[in-house]
């Protein structure tokens, strides 16, 4: 199985709202990752987990709130945000150890809009 | 400062040609740099990987090649198909960095019929 699998494919939700997007992968990787991507923008890192704790947080506000409650998966809770924080996330997963290809395997993200 | 620059405007071409997209960094030593392909409202997919000390990767119809002293790497897709339309990223890691790489903003290929 080499699929991330991320729900929902698109949340709108409000500014006072509290949601949570969820990633899912069953490759063995020990590292996963949120991303932001905003339209015809590299992915933007906001966290990593590494061996199932946070390893970076790339200064992100604290209205994004992740969490790994096992090696499988990933969610991130989002309370609070802000219009600007529309963007499509993505989740990725990959091996830790450098020996092998660091190669990121992407799921097909959620599409958030934010009212 | 460090910069990964990869061509902002789209590349269009006929159905057959050769397409290539180029990847230029500056301020890196990457241990490796990797291809991926993102469509539309889409996560990016992993197309290929080249390391630091290979010049030139294959795979099907996708060839990548890496000049560490050029501090670029040309990613060329023969015989294009519309099918192969998307924006393709770079991405690199640092010798001795984090096991992260870092992506750039990717460039839109347009394969006409």
Known sequence: DTEVTQTPKHLVMGMTNKKSLKCEQHMGHRAMYWYKQKAKKPPELMFVYSYEKLSINESVPSRFSPECPNSSLLNLHLHALQPEDSALYLCASSHVDREFTDTQYFGPGTRLTVL | ?113
Do not use: M
């Open chain 2, 1 to 113: 400062s460090q910069k990964i620059e990869q061509n902002s405007e789209a590349l269009n071409i006929q159905e057959g040609k050769t397409a290539t997209l180029t990847c230029n960094y500056t301020n890196y030593s990457p241990a490796y740099l990797q291809w991926y392909r993102q469509d539309p409202g889409r996560g990016p997919v992993f197309l290929l990987l080249i390391r630091e000390n290979e010049k030139e990767k294959r795979k099907e119809r996708l060839k990548v090649t890496f000049d560490t002293t050029l501090k670029q790497s040309l990613f060329h897709i023969t015989a294009s198909q519309p099918a192969d339309s998307a924006t393709y990223l770079c991405a690199l890691d640092e010798t001795g960095g984090s096991y992260i790489p870092t992506f750039g903003r990717g460039t839109s290929l347009i394969v006409h019929p």
